[in-house]
């Protein structure tokens, strides 16, 4: 089994995201431009077909995210405003931003596709310029489309 999630980008569409379960099913959701999401199950005998597809407005993909990490005791790392996804990145050990400052070559403002918003160190909330060096578990909160916060995310774990 894979739980690793596929991202791809359909230009014009919007990004369709997929992984495969321990039984063999392909499950995936495809987030378009305008927010809405389709939750789709590929067909078992052609992994290009979808046997079942159910379209969710973002409120109803946020209630789905929401029952979904309530059911496995977790909470998401996004949340959806409008089109704009907020999310939080956990700094792990021996991650490349590790030790360096939110503004490090390659993260200042305009470089990145995402906003970084701030870090959460302990309890207490900084903002970017408070920070100082980055430290395992602190808590990078990032704004921008989805996929830019996604590609953030890589950046913060492995550099630009």
Not at 48 to 68: I, K, W
Not at 91 to 98: D, H, K, L, Q, T
Not at 132 to 139: M, S
Request: include cysteine.
């Amino acid at each position: 089994m894979s739980s690793a999630v596929e991202h791809v980008e359909l230009p014009g569409v919007g990004v369709r995201s997929t992984f495969s379960t321990q039984a063999g099913l392909e499950v995936g959701v495809l987030t378009h431009q305008s927010g809405t999401r389709d939750v789709l199950v590929y067909a078992e005998d052609d992994p290009d077909r979808c046997s079942d597809v159910m379209s969710l407005e973002p409120a109803e993909a946020q209630a789905m995210a929401d029952l979904l990490g309530t059911a496995l005791g977790g909470s998401p790392d996004r949340m959806l405003i409008g089109p704009v996804a907020v999310g939080w990145v956990e700094v792990g050990a021996g991650w490349w931003i590790e030790g360096q400052a939110l503004d490090a070559p390659g993260l200042e403002p305009g470089k990145l596709e995402a906003r970084l918003l701030g870090v959460v160190r302990g309890d207490l909330p900084q903002l970017p310029a408070e920070v100082g060096p980055l430290r395992a578990t602190d808590v990078v909160i990032v704004a921008g489309l989805q996929s830019n916060v996604d590609n953030t995310a890589r950046i913060l774990e492995l550099g630009p």
